[in-house]
């Protein structure tokens, strides 16, 4: 299988395209306080060996009780830090590098897209059409080419699977590929890890009871519990659950059903295939020709409720959690389209472009109000530069700051931190101080809403510097709905500094 993987000329065409869509323009659009922060842990992972939040300068605050000034940082896992910092050391202190091991991970995805839709089929038009869906959906592109852990939740997770289907298999060190991606995922994204580890426990617990080899599995599971627990116990903040109540569950289900059918997988397609088949029964019906063996496609909804239930439990909402249900709603959509196929190849072809590059059938109509062609914003941003407030300050700071100086600013204060030299005073405006510079970011901490005492002091020790960048709430995100593909030109505020004369 892994050699004719090789020799498919499409996916290796596919592999190409993907380079393009994810290492063109890499380092243009500057970190966001996300990003930022992960390659600030990683600068210092570098420096002191272990993701600390204090260099000896600046600290990075948190909402949480614990700093971690002197200590490893306790609310991600490490692994993200020790590869950004991987990449610092072989290419040097950048954005590109800051963001380029996540998109090869990323590229490593869609391989394993295709070879997970393989494993599950064997029927390779399905492969293609699967890492078709994923190459050119926006969340692959917006979300593989982030200095974060997105790029290596969808890698591990697609591994776990393809593992599995091969441990059932009985395949040679197929068991030490599960327990060795288990442990990566979990070092990666706990959260995502608990659910689906879970689900591959739940599925071959229930389709593959009569071949449960008990002191097998334990004996990885044991395994995979010795390289993760430790960290679990000494990462552990109940701060991060939040307050379980029924609303707050509600809102959730809410949102990551609404989401997921937004941008992964779309729900009018789903039924409107179902329905379409039904009606042409005898001639869609057996989809793939050959029969299939149904549990595995329990793959599919077993990882989407554990993930989405294990998700309640968490105090934030994200598109980014689901990522990794990515790959598996590609999968899923190729399937249907093979039904559409054998009913009729034209009609086919017109569904495939629809559901591939276009929003209609995320929007909940064939013939959506606001129609979205990703992939023309997708190839504007990678042929045109991008100006967003971190960058004009970080420019601005650079041509104009001197050694030693103090930066008193909120929101982008780790973008500080990794581009500048200067000491940043990342504390609540509330407490009145006069460094060197003040910046201050509408949408987090307005002038307005300063003291009138403090901004009479403002105004009389400070010069008002208004610089020639919009101030949107983030330099960017990935999130599809906030994400600026272009400049945004039109804000009707600008960056304000304020300069201590």
């Not at 994923?134 to 982030?146: E, G, I, V």
């Not at 990885?220 to 960290?231: C, D, E, G, K, Q």
Request: a positive charge; hydrophobic letters at 50%; glycine letters at 4%.
């Amino acid at each position: 299988m892994r050699q004719k993987a090789k020799k498919d000329i499409v996916l290796i065409i596919f592999c190409l395209l993907a380079g393009v869509i994810l290492f063109t323009n890499l380092g243009n659009i500057y970190l966001w306080q996300d990003e930022a922060t992960t390659a600030v842990l990683a600068k210092n992972t570098l420096e002191f060996g272990i993701p600390r939040t204090f260099d000896g300068t600046n600290l990075i605050t948190t909402i949480y009780s614990d700093p971690c000034k002197y200590s490893g940082w306790k609310y991600a896992p490490w692994f993200q830090f020790y590869l950004a910092a991987l990449s610092f050391y072989l290419f040097g202190v950048s954005t590109f590098a800051a963001r380029l091991p996540f998109a090869v991970f990323g590229m490593g995805s869609l391989i394993l897209c295709y070879l997970l839709a393989q494993r599950l089929f064997q029927n390779r038009l399905l492969s293609r059409l699967s890492t078709a869906f994923m190459l050119f959906s926006a969340p692959f592109f917006l979300y593989m080419r982030q200095c974060r852990w997105y790029g290596l939740s969808v890698f591990f997770t697609l591994w776990i699977l393809i593992s599995y289907l091969d441990m059932i298999k009985k395949k040679r060190f197929s068991a030490w590929g599960f327990v060795l991606a288990s442990s990566l995922l979990f070092h990666s994204n706990y959260a995502i890890f608990f659910p689906v580890l879970g689900a591959m426990c739940f599925h071959y617990l229930v389709f593959h009871k009569k071949d449960i080899e008990l002191k097998r599995i334990l004996g990885y599971l044991s395994i995979i519990a010795i390289l993760t627990v430790p960290f679990f116990l000494y990462s552990v903040n109940m701060e991060c659950s939040g307050q379980m109540t029924f609303l707050r569950t509600k809102g959730h289900l809410e949102f990551y059903v609404r989401v997921l059918n937004k941008y992964l997988f779309p729900l009018v397609f789903l039924f409107l295939s179902l329905a379409v088949f039904s009606f042409f029964k005898k001639k869609v019906f057996p989809v793939l020709d050959k029969a299939l063996d149904r549990s595995r496609l329990w793959f599919f909804p077993l990882v989407f409720i554990f993930t989405i239930c294990f998700l309640l439990l968490a105090e934030e909402r994200q598109l980014r959690y689901l990522i990794h249900l990515l790959p598996l709603s590609c999968i899923l959509m190729s399937f249907l389209m093979i039904g559409w196929l054998k009913l009729n190849i034209i009609v086919a072809g017109l569904v495939f472009v629809v559901a591939c590059f276009t929003n209609s059938f995320h929007t909940g109509s064939p013939f959506a109000k606001k129609l979205w062609i990703p992939i023309v914003d997708i190839a504007y941003e990678l042929t045109h530069d991008y100006d967003g407030p971190v960058e004009g300050i970080i420019k601005f700071l650079n041509k104009n700051a001197r050694p030693g100086d103090t930066v008193k600013l909120i929101m982008g204060d780790c973008a500080v931190m990794f581009y500048t030299d200067f000491k940043v005073d990342n504390e609540d405006f509330t407490q009145e101080s006069f460094p060197e510079w003040i910046i201050v970011r509408n949408d987090w901490v307005s002038f307005k809403s300063l003291s009138a005492r403090y901004r009479r002091q403002i105004e009389s020790q400070y010069q008002r510097i208004e610089l020639n960048y919009p101030d949107i709430m983030w330099e960017n995100r990935p999130d599809p709905g906030y994400h600026k593909f272009k400049t945004v030109t039109d804000w009707p505020t600008k960056v304000t500094v304020y300069k201590k004369r």
